[in-house]
């Protein structure tokens, strides 16, 4: 089979070769490359162990093979079946410090690109166990979904609180215009108000005048009348006791 050397650094998962699947040429080509696969397939089948194949199948089940198009041919990856050792691992804790720094990962809060190397390193990890056992290999896997779950959970809460908060946020300033436009008019309306007993303070000024002038008016003409009236009756009283006098 025809193999294809890629970049692998992007991904903490060891990988095995790229692998050709399909050659889009023509017909012939085509049915040629098939034929050619099969055989290889069947040479290798003929080598390889039933535990192997099993192992390889679970492999390929826990983290499936990636595919891609390139150039019109048609290429397979699978995760490699091979055991690790304790400098793997060692290499694996280093690769991962490596890709944390050149990727400026956040050491604290959330970060996108720090979950995803961990969640690499993690697969990587969960390949190396089951391959040496496979029971503790499924037993990790659901601790890797029930983590994914809950992370999911936690993301749709946040996204969830998020938008609640901004549909709080803009209704709170809907509100603070309301409430602003609100003080505005009243502040008119006092404006009006207080221009409204500006003005009767004036009118009631000028009728407390006009009527402490009317008063005044109104005593002086009586006083004058009063006058009169004593004068008057003086006079009448003069008069009559001229007239009621004896005379000598």
Not at 127 to 156: H, K, P, W
């Amino acid at each position: 089979m025809a193999e294809k050397n890629i970049d692998n650094v992007q991904s903490l998962i060891r990988y095995n070769n790229p692998v050709l699947v399909v050659k889009h040429t023509d017909r012939k080509a085509t049915g040629d490359a098939l034929v050619q696969g099969d055989k290889s397939a069947r040479q290798v089948s003929s080598t390889i162990t039933e535990t192997k194949k099993e192992t390889e199948e679970i492999l390929n089940t826990i983290l499936p093979p990636k595919c891609w198009e390139e150039d019109g041919q048609l290429w397979t990856q699978t995760v490699s079946s091979t055991p690790a050792t304790r400098q793997d691992v060692i290499n694996l804790q280093e690769m991962l410090d490596t890709r944390l720094q050149q990727t400026q990962a956040r050491e604290t809060g959330i970060c996108p690109v720090r979950r995803e190397l961990f969640s690499q390193c993690f697969d990587e990890i969960i390949r190396q166990v089951t391959i040496n056992c496979t029971e503790r290999g499924f037993l990790l896997l659901r601790i890797r979904d029930e983590i994914a779950m809950s992370m999911e959970a936690y993301e749709t809460l946040y996204c969830s609180s998020v938008a609640f908060g901004m549909r709080k946020a803009l209704q709170a300033q809907e509100e603070t215009e309301k409430l602003r436009e609100k003080v505005k008019a009243l502040e008119t309306e006092k404006s009006a108000l207080e221009e409204l007993i500006s003005d009767m303070k004036i009118k009631a000024e000028q009728s407390e005048r006009r009527n402490a002038e009317l008063r005044a008016s109104e005593e002086k003409k009586s006083a004058e009348e009063v006058a009169f009236l004593k004068k008057t009756n003086a006079q009448l009283k003069a008069q009559l006791e001229g007239i009621t006098a004896p005379k000598k």
